[in-house]
């Protein structure tokens, strides 16, 4: 699957539990909606994903990616140690300057 080199980047931390490596494929003011939850600023982003792979300890795999021009959409297959894993999750990303603007997660 070819991805696009901050998406790939994004997978291979959170699959590292990079969490900083994981809030740099973010802009500075890019978005975060996870679980009812809105996360501000790449400051606030890499506190929510070190947080969510301390509880949860989730590895991300690629199903498919599809873009268009204002969306792309990553599926990915998440495994870890919460109920119900492994998951399908969709993934809705806005990039902007090879930096992900904003994240929607949702199942």
Known sequence: MNLP???ADLVLAQNNFDSVGYATCFS???????????????????????DANERYKATMKPISFEENETE???????????????????????IADEWIQSLKITG
């Not at 959409?73 to 998951?87: R, T």
């Open 5 to 7: 080199k901050v998406v």
């Open 28 to 50: 500075e003011t890019a978005v975060v909606f996870d679980e009812g939850k809105t996360h501000n600023g790449r400051k606030e982003i890499a506190h929510w994903i070190a």
């Open 72 to 94: 792309s959409l990553l599926k990915v297959e998440v495994s870890g140690d919460f109920d119900g894993s492994p998951v399908v999750l969709s993934y809705h990303l806005e």
